[in-house]
């Protein structure tokens, strides 16, 4: 299974979506896949200009001249396109939602009407199955109700099929120091590499892992009183310097 990881954080490296990424894909990788990873924050990828010439001019190229064309090849020919972001103003980041908006010239411009839906062929080929991850500040899990609905639409119109989500409320205690919270951190590190391993055998993540990967780290209650401190300690330093 080839894999391609589009990782939309600004943060890159550094991200906490980074973190949850090199954990699946260090399973996947012993389950025998092949994996890269794109990170949006080292790419310039543009945003659309809406002019349609990936449709008329240019059939199937972006008059654009940036990292994304070739980005889109590897990601039209991997078997799973992994989707992942932080969770900005409830959706993706501006910069994934870019890159997606820029797979455009993968598809037709003619409508059809599959399962009384209407959408775009396929421009050529067989799309990637798709995988999403997300991680939030806030731990609950209804903030991801907008992205989970966003990739269901996103599948519907790349003609394909969400084989993995993967949503981390509070994602924020993946950076955390506190050695009292490492082994929890490592706990959770470890059903993401049981998850990459997983997808690459079945082809999918099963209810029972996705479930697992959602439950808490640490409890909300305690999660907020350390962000509280934490951005306290923040303000407090920042108004100390000045
Ligand atoms: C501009 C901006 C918007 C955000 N919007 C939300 C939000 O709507 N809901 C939420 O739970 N967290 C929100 N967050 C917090 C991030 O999702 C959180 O810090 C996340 O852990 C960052 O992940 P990363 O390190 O992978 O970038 C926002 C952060 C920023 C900077």
Not at 28 to 41: R, Y
Not at 135 to 159: A, C, D, K, T, W
Not at 199 to 218: A, F, P, T, W, Y
Request: net charge positive; hydrophobic share 40%; charged share 25%.
């Amino acid at each position: 299974m080839k894999i391609l990881a589009v990782n939309g954080s600004p943060r890159g490296r550094k991200s906490n979506t980074q973190r949850i990424l090199e954990a699946f894909l260090k399973g996947a990788l012993a389950a025998g896949a092949e994996a890269e990873t794109v990170l949006l924050s080292e790419k310039t990828i543009n945003p659309c200009q809406g002019c349609f010439a990936c449709w008329v001019k240019t059939p199937g190229k972006c008059i654009q001249k940036d990292d994304m064309g070739e980005i889109l090849l590897k990601a039209w020919r991997c078997d799973l396109l992994i989707f992942a972001s932080p969770l900005y103003v409830d959706c993706v980041s501006a910069q994934l939602k870019t890159f997606m908006d820029r797979m455009l010239p993968g598809l037709l411009p003619s409508f059809i009407k599959i399962n009384n839906v209407w959408r775009h062929p396929l421009r050529a080929g067989t799309p990637p199955k798709v995988g999403v991850i997300c991680n939030s500040g806030y731990p609950q899990l209804e903030h991801f109700q907008v992205v989970q609905h966003l990739f269901e639409r996103v599948v519907l119109n790349l003609h394909t099929e969400l084989v993995m989500e993967i949503y981390r409320p509070g994602g924020e205690v993946l950076r955390a120091k506190n050695p009292l919270l490492k082994p929890l951190i490592m706990k959770y590190k470890h059903l993401l590499e049981r998850a990459g391993k997983e997808v690459v055998k079945n082809g999918r993540l099963s209810k029972k892992l996705k479930e697992q990967l959602r439950s808490d780290i640490i409890p909300p209650d305690i999660y907020i009183k350390n962000a509280n401190t934490y951005w306290s300690k923040q303000l407090n330093k920042s108004q100390d310097k000045e």
